[in-house]
């Protein structure tokens, strides 16, 4: 609601001083709801692990900092050695350094020589420590920047990624801080996915489960939850989905319902289950996913993969999607063909729209599609990357170019089936989500022309 608004039914009024009172008190409760900040619970699960404790320093710090100013100098001491305490088991770097520059004020002020020196000893320490770990982020933060843009920086990124990585190794080697090793363990999981090692993806994220296990990751720092995600979203890259299956249901006990993260683990599980062909757990899963009640805050996007994603089921096994044919019908023709927005999921759109065409036996429509489908291919699959859904759209055009005969389809098709079974997904730079694998998608296709023979030859009995 404007300003404007507000004013106009508050005051009745659209003066300048009514305007000017609108300004007023919406500064008021700005300021009035930023006072809340401070009565945050912090411990809540749904946080990171480290964020309670990085929290509780930098409330003692506030603290310190006022007692500080006013002259206080009998808690202040014991206060910043429980702080630098705190900040060094933690690993919080800043937090120490601030903990130490005010020791080593008041070192000054009462001409304690010895914390002087001890104070200034660690200070020097600490800061080639904060050096080497402002560097490793940065490094990191330029990474992401890069895998956010678009589908060509991060080819780009990908190389230039081993020299960044082998560069925080040599920092970490030196300086052996978790805040070195969490952008380098984030830096090597985004490598391999790029790069499409999936096994490798497994290992590193086991590896790390590992040294968590044995104490030789901060406890106060390492959040499992992201090695369980990635964990679980390697096996399904991977295709090891009965392992992937036996994870996920554990490891989504993990994740709070009310965050993000529940329902990005949640597509995963799903795919999983997709892939799998087991679509009676896609349907329970799809059904937890509406029933929680904080679906409404996730992203638009999110909303719309989750659309598609049901859609999907709704095509292989109706009865498991809760979808009217109806809806399903408008949601497949509402679907853009080609969207920025849904980039990853483009290819499992033309795909699924072609697919519901041809069972409506809609012959204009599938001509539309195919060209559609021929435009695309030449205009974005052209790397060797993409060969698998080149494949699958060969195989979907043969079913036009054949006439819809499933015997034909069926055996000019098997060249095509055999490469595609021979082709490994590409790594994340590259890759389309497939939500139910080309494989077993082209043979729901030739179940569809069966079915679609079957009504052909019945159609003169009627």
Known sequence: MSNLQVAKRMYSSSSTQSMAAVRKLKQRLQYKLLSHLFFLDHSDPRHPAFRRYEQQ????????????????RVLLPQMLRKVLRLALEGEFTPQAIAAL???????????????YRTATKQMTKLSETLR?????????WEAKMNLARSVSSRRRLLQVLPSIIQRLEELYSKVKTFNIYDPLLKLQLIQQELDGNFEELIR????????????????????????????????????????????AEGYLAAFHRSSNNWFAFLENYYLLAMHDGDYLLAGELLKRQQQNPFVTKISQPAQQRWELLRAYLFFVRPEEAGLRPLHFAQLVQRIPDHSRD???????????Q??????QGDIEALLARLEGL????????????????????????????????????????????????DTPPPGEAFAEIEIIPYENLWQQ????????AEQSQQAPAR
């Open 57 to 72: 320093c930098l409330d003692m710090l506030f603290q310190a900092t006022v007692l500080w100013r006013e002259s206080e």
């Open 374 to 421: 021929r435009k695309y291919e030449s205009a974005h699959l052209r790397d060797a990357a993409t060969l698998r859904s080149r494949l699958m759209f060969r195989l979907l055009q043969l079913t036009v170019k054949e006439n819809f005969d499933v015997k034909a389809c069926e055996k000019k098709g098997q060249v095509l089936l055999a490469r595609l079974q």
């Open 354 to 359: 072609f697919l519901h065409f041809l069972r």
């Open 132 to 140: 080497a770990e402002q560097e490793a982020q940065s490094l990191f």
């Open 342 to 352: 849904k980039q990853g999921y483009n290819v499992a759109i033309l795909i699924l």
């Open 101 to 115: 520059e005010m020791m080593r004020s008041i070192s000054v002020e009462v001409n304690d020589y010895s914390a």
């Open 204 to 247: 590193i994220t086991s590896e790390a489960e590992r040294l968590f296990a044995q104490g030789k990751l901060n406890a106060k720092r390492f959040d499992s939850r992201f090695t369980k995600f990635y964990s679980v979203y390697a096996h399904l890259r991977a295709r090891r989905l009965k392992g992937g299956l036996a994870l």
């Open 445 to 452: 296709t030739l179940m569809l022309l069966r079915q679609m």
